[in-house]
């Protein structure tokens, strides 16, 4: 792919950053704090404008979603890398090899440089600013590339970033798909990409061309297993909450329910009753944010239907021009386009298992997902579990929890993602984990390799190899 043109404003956005890394490669702790503190700043006096903006993209986003998805959690992300930044930054002092005592070695977190972000719809500042704050805190210029489906926040986050950055700092470029792939065509150090998967291939290949390092954060059908011995109105609670937060709409939504059989219809039952009780009059639920979204629905539904499946209609939303109220599925198949690809919106398809291990077949016979949901109260069955289903991320007796914790690593596994960020690991993510040796004239290895190699230094060699195949044994 041809990289843009010097008059492109993607070009020139990047050209002033990687001046800018170029001239002054590390930023020292004073000055990662510094970011961190003012990105802190913006979510603060724009959290109104923010709630108000994704409400205005979507037709209707219910506030709470907004505020704590897209202000508070990314906001806990900045004050806690502001927080740890010193330590994270800090050399990491590892031992020497015998043989170069009493040299000295360690691991030293290093900027990259200039990575850019490249934002989707859903969750459109939280999942711009979270991987900005780790860029930031591993002392990286920063470009954001925020998606144009969401086009009154991008505009937002385009005019408050330039309030509190300089462009050297942390620029946003807007535009549809060209601009992205203008981005993906430049040296970047780094790039990290949040979308489908069918995107994240293309973003793959084009940066591959650069060799960019990248991070992609995709989705994929994570499913929810309930065992037999756990209480299926618990469980249906938690999925129900997981389902309909931001309409379905979020990447590590439950797709899918596996439950014994059996206990399908009852599950079916109280989980529509989960649902009504969590939205009693259907107002204030967010819609789905795009026509296009709302119409991929019905056509998941009626094709679902045509092939089979029963349809249980929970409640009938009353918000926005794209309201689309839960719908649960029994009887689904794998021919049915449902269970083909992720649903991204309040559907909710429930299979049926005899024994567990039919069912953790199941899951694992299908592409990796990016999270799993298991409910079971025995311990020692969670932990056979999650040792046999492979997944970006796990949630024991609840869902999407998992994200809101810093602490944890947030990423994918095969076509769910590579790589991850969030706390310390969004800091790596960010950072060259250079090796340094700090090399001594006293040490025994000093002279070894130097030639011409003596009798003595070969023998040594060859008393070292023996030693070791002795130890081998």
């Known amino acids: 792919m041809q990289a843009p043109n010097e008059t492109s404003p993607v070009r020139r956005a990047y050209d002033v950053l990687r001046k800018a890394a170029t001239e002054k490669a590390y930023l020292d702790a004073d000055a990662r704090e510094d970011l961190l503190h003012r990105l802190e700043k913006l979510l603060i006096k724009h959290a109104d404008d923010i709630v108000d903006a994704i409400s205005e993209d979507f037709g209707h986003r219910v506030p709470f979603e907004s505020r704590s998805a897209d202000v508070l959690i990314p906001l806990d992300g900045a004050r806690q890398a502001r927080k740890h930044v010193r330590e994270w930054m800090a050399r990491r002092t590892v031992g020497s090899h015998p043989l170069f005592v009493p040299s000295h070695a360690f691991i030293e977190p290093v900027p990259l440089g200039v990575v850019a972000i490249i934002s989707p719809w859903n969750y459109p500042v939280n999942l711009a600013l979270a991987p900005a704050s780790a860029a930031f805190a591993a002392g990286n210029r920063v470009l954001l ?3 144009e489906l969401t086009p009154k926040t991008s505009a937002l986050l385009a005019r408050a970033v330039s309030d509190f950055f300089r462009p050297e700092e942390f620029m946003v470029v807007q535009g549809g798909p060209d601009v992205a792939r203008e981005v993906t065509a430049l040296p970047f150090d780094h790039i990290l990409f949040t979308g489908s998967t069918q995107v994240g291939r293309l973003v793959a290949k084009a940066t591959a061309e650069n060799l960019v390092p990248t991070t992609l954060e995709l989705g994929g059908k994570s499913p929810a297993l309930v065992h037999d011995s756990f209480n299926i109105e618990r469980a249906a609670e938690r999925i129900a909450i997981g389902k309909t937060y931001n309409a379905g709409q979020t990447c590590i939504a439950p797709d899918y329910a596996l439950v014994p059989k059996g206990k399908a219809e009852a599950f079916a039952e109280k989980l529509k009753a989960q649902l009504i009780k969590q939205h009693p009059d259907g107002k204030g639920y967010t819609t789905m944010a795009s026509d296009r979204g709302l119409k991929r629905m019905e056509a998941l539904v009626a094709d679902a239907k045509s092939k089979g ?9 009353q918000s926005g021009t794209r309201a689309f109220g839960p719908v ?3 009887d689904v198949t794998d021919q049915m386009q449902v269970m083909q690809e992720e649903i991204f919106g309040p559907i ?5 298992y005899e024994k567990l291990d ?3 077949a199941r899951i694992n016979a299908r592409p990796r997902p990016l999270s799993f949901y298991y ?8 932990d056979g579990v999650l040792h046999k289903v492979t997944s970006g991320g796990a949630c024991v007796n609840d869902t999407l929890v998992h994200f ?8 994918g596994v095969g076509p769910s993602g590579m790589g991850a960020y969030h706390g310390v690991k969004g800091f790596e993510t960010f950072s060259h ?12 290895a000093y002279n070894l390799l130097k030639p011409p190699f003596s009798v003595i230094v070969e023998k040594s060699v060859n008393f070292l190899i023996a030693g070791l195949k002795g130890l081998s044994k």
């Open 433 to 444: 984990l250079r090796s340094v040796l700090m090399a001594s004239r006293a040490s025994p």
């Open 309 to 317: 499946a029963k349809v249980i209609e929970t409640f009938k939303a």
């Open 328 to 330: 649960l599925l029994l």
């Open 404 to 411: 809101a914790q810093e602490d944890l690593p947030f990423g």
């Open 348 to 352: 909710l398809p429930i299979e049926t």
């Open 145 to 147: 590339k925020p998606s």
């Open 375 to 382: 409910f079971d109260d025995d311990q020692d069955r969670v």
């Open 358 to 360: 039919e069912a953790i």
